[in-house]
């Protein structure tokens, strides 16, 4: 069992920053796939960004590439979400994600969710 727990969401101005973190408990924390998802007003839930067991390797959605960055620290079992220059878009619930399995490719794949943490973009 793995416990997620987010902070760090708020209100911003477009243009703006945030910076989301995700803190884990529970069972090894480097066994797996983290991810950030969201999930918008009246939209599904999408994949953000993903990082790699060691964290050597990170992919993020094309409509937050350049802005958004996905980075863990093992010894620390957290895994963050640095968001630049925030449009009204992004405006959703983000929620961190852990995946046990080969691949992190959609919700269907995710083992554990975080509670979720609200981000708001007023333009």
């Known amino acids: 069992q793995v416990q997620l727990v987010e902070s760090g969401g708020g209100s911003v101005q477009a243009g703006g920053s945030l910076r989301l973190s995700c803190v884990a408990s529970g069972r090894s924390f480097s066994n797996y796939i983290m991810g950030w998802f969201r999930q918008g007003p009246g939209k599904e839930r999408e994949i953000v960004a993903k990082?790699?067991?060691?964290?050597?390797?990170?992919i993020t959605a094309d409509s937050v590439k350049g802005r958004f960055t996905i980075s863990r620290d093992n010894g620390r079992s957290t895994v963050d979400l640095q968001m630049n220059s925030l449009k009204f878009e992004d405006t959703a619930v983000y929620y961190c994600?852990?995946?046990?399995?080969?691949?992190?490719?959609?919700?269907?794949?995710?083992?554990?969710w975080g509670q979720g943490t609200q981000v708001t973009v007023s333009s």
């Open positions: 990082v790699s067991w060691s964290g050597g390797s990170t």
């Open positions: 994600a852990a995946s046990g399995r080969s691949a992190l490719i959609s919700s269907r794949d995710v083992d554990y």
